[in-house]
């Protein structure tokens, strides 16, 4: 018997994988396994599985990845199905994705290549998976699942939080100095990062756009007669290439020490708010690459950029790296993916699985479906 989209998506949004993502590995082991294959789970709890190895006569062998994530955010939403339209946590980011490149890989028969599924598990949180398969992997290609709509999205910003932290002297709000008040201090902040990417950004990408400074959160003081010792404002980086987010951090320190008056006698201070961890970085595929060009007629998609961080930018440096698949992020009701209403066709998980296949087929080996 042939792999089921509609079963394996059903039972697989039915999950709640923001709670244990175990559960949810093990069903898409357990799929693997009766399949034929014999996937493993590395130390960072990415479930791998590789089709062929096999050679060309000239001796060439290409090596293609696919990676989604089965981790969701909370709260989950239980499993709803209205004819082909199945809604619920997940549904699109990223069990839709995965149905569709889990069929893929289970249908193409790596002849003159190899196919590699790699699932990671902490894509909503904390990337360690990614980064980890980045030094375990090397490909000529990379095909990432998210909700695209089909479109070939060959580029996506980076994204990274931290804090600006602006510490002065506490006191009666009658007796401390406006020098030493770190509230007054913060308007030269927030004007430092209103003219950061004009003054020292990075510049517009010519496929992401700009990238984007946003204030996100303020906290500071507990009573309106006092002045507190300091106060905290976080802020959510969008990031172009060629910019890190330790890039930005060392950048941002060193404009914020020239923005904040010199007659201010307070501590300013930068900090990203996972410092060990890591942030998803920003990346752009050359549209002419063969991946993209393979996929794209395949698909008959749009070649964009893609609207949110993915893990795609751990795998761009390595070779030619898409993010594709059923579903979108949002449509023109409002939000999709992470929301109450989370959705996904069936028709598009097919389509997706049907262009995966194609691709898959022409660049490693033949489709056995």
Do not use: W
């Amino acid at each position: 018997m042939g792999f089921d989209i509609a079963s394996f998506h059903a039972d697989a949004v039915r999950i709640p994988s923001h709670e244990d993502v175990d559960e949810m590995r093990e069903f898409v082991l357990e799929t693997l396994r009766e399949a034929g294959h014999e996937p493993t789970v590395d130390d960072l709890g990415n479930a791998l599985a590789t089709r062929g190895g096999e050679r060309d006569a000239a001796g060439n062998g290409p090596h293609i990845v696919l990676n989604t994530h089965i981790d969701t955010v909370p709260p989950h939403v239980p499993y709803a199905r209205d004819g082909d339209v199945v809604r619920g946590r997940g549904a699109c980011d990223a069990k839709g994705p995965l149905a569709a490149l889990l069929a893929a890989f289970l249908r193409v028969e790596p002849t003159t290549g190899t196919l590699t599924l790699a699932i990671t598990t902490d894509e909503e949180t904390l990337m360690t998976g990614a980064e980890g398969l980045q030094e375990r992997l090397s490909a000529d290609g990379y095909i990432v699942g998210e909700p695209t709509g089909l479109d070939v999205c060959i580029a996506a910003r980076g994204q990274c939080e931290g804090t600006v932290t602006i510490a002065g002297e506490g006191g009666h709000a009658a007796s401390v100095p406006a020098d030493r008040n770190p509230i007054a201090a913060l308007s030269h902040v927030l004007d430092a990062l209103r003219d950061y990417d004009e003054a020292a950004g990075p510049g517009e990408d010519a496929v992401l756009g700009e990238p984007k400074l946003t204030p996100t959160v303020l906290c500071g003081g507990d009573a309106s007669n006092r002045v507190p010792e300091r106060c905290r404002l976080t802020f959510d980086r969008r990031s172009v290439p060629p910019e890190t987010s330790s890039s930005f951090r060392d950048d941002l320190a060193e404009r914020l020490a020239d923005r904040v008056p010199a007659e201010f006698d307070v501590e300013v201070a930068v900090e990203l708010i996972r410092p060990d961890t890591p942030f998803p970085r920003a990346f752009v595929t050359d549209e002419d690459a063969d991946l993209v060009d393979t996929l794209t007629a395949a698909s008959g998609g749009a070649v964009r950029p893609f609207g949110a961080a993915t893990e795609a930018g751990f795998f761009a440096a390595d070779a030619p790296t898409v993010v594709f698949g059923p579903g979108v992020l949002a449509d023109e009701e409002g939000a999709v993916a992470h929301a109450e209403r989370e959705y996904v066709r069936l028709p598009d998980i097919e389509a997706a699985a049907d262009a995966l296949e194609a691709t898959l087929a022409e660049l490693v080996g033949e489709s056995s479906h």
